[in-house]
Structures are given as C-alpha cells and as structure tokens.
C-alpha cells in the first residue's frame, strides 16, 4: 500500500493548471482499486467558506480518504481557519491521510496565508510538495 492508505498526509502547492487535482483524485480512484477503501472530494471554499460548524465538515473529519482540494481560495474569516484547523487536527489525531491541493506557489505563500501557528505546525507534518510545472490547460 502507498502511504496516502497508512495515515500519512500530501500537501501538493503550485501555480493553477498542471494536474494537481487530476493527479489527487486518481490517488482516490487507486486507493479504491487496491483495496475497496473510498474517500470524499471537496473544493475548501465548499467546505469551508462559511466559516460555520457543517455536516460536510463532519463527514470531512471522518472520510478514510479526504482530498481537500485548492485549499487558499477559501475566505480569510477567524471561522474559516479555525474549522481548517479543527479538520486537520481531528485527522491527524485519528491517523486519517488527508492530500490537499493549493494554488499557493509554495510553502512561504501558505504559511504567510494561514498565520495561526498550531495550524500551521501540524501542516508541516504533511510531506509537502511544490509544484513547478507548467500549465496543462
């Protein structure tokens, strides 16, 4: 099995069009191949963009597989991060492997995006991976 099954977490960042999301969600699409294990997709701004406690974000915090894609287009409210903060923590307190996308161009964008340093810690325990690939579209 890769890691994305064993509890370990992906944070693609990078500039729009190169296949992040077309590349995450066949990561989903191989997990469920390989052993029947399913997962939930959703945009950040979907999920997290008003800011309020959802049925989504609880469904998020459970999912065996969760791809939060273009994480950063989501609005910038203390309600907003403190619900990302809530979904990764409850994740990697549960050993649940989480892939984000991010236009974010790189580590330093999402750090100086999200200043709320636990987040921002636990992030760091994703293997991290910029992207600087051309666009594809």
Avoid: C
């Avoid at 065996?64 to 609005?75: F, Q, W």
């Avoid at 979904?87 to 991010?102: F, G, H, M, Q």
């Amino acid at each position: 099995k890769g890691e994305y099954l064993s509890g370990k977490s992906l944070f693609l960042t990078g500039t729009k069009g190169p296949g992040k999301t077309f590349s995450v969600l066949a990561v989903l699409a191989h997990a469920y191949a390989l052993d029947g294990r399913n997962g939930m997709y959703i945009r950040a701004n979907r999920l997290l963009g008003t800011g309020k406690q959802t049925d989504q974000l609880d469904l998020a915090m459970r999912a065996p597989i969760l791809l939060l894609d273009e994480l950063g287009g989501e609005p910038r409210t203390e309600g907003v991060t403190a619900n990302l903060f809530d979904l990764i923590d409850v994740r990697i307190d549960s050993a649940l492997p989480t892939i984000i996308t991010s236009n974010l161009v790189d580590w330093d964008a999402v750090v100086s995006r999200y200043p709320h340093e636990a987040l921002v810690d636990r992030l760091e325990t994703y293997r991290i991976v910029a992207t600087n690939l051309p666009s594809k579209r």
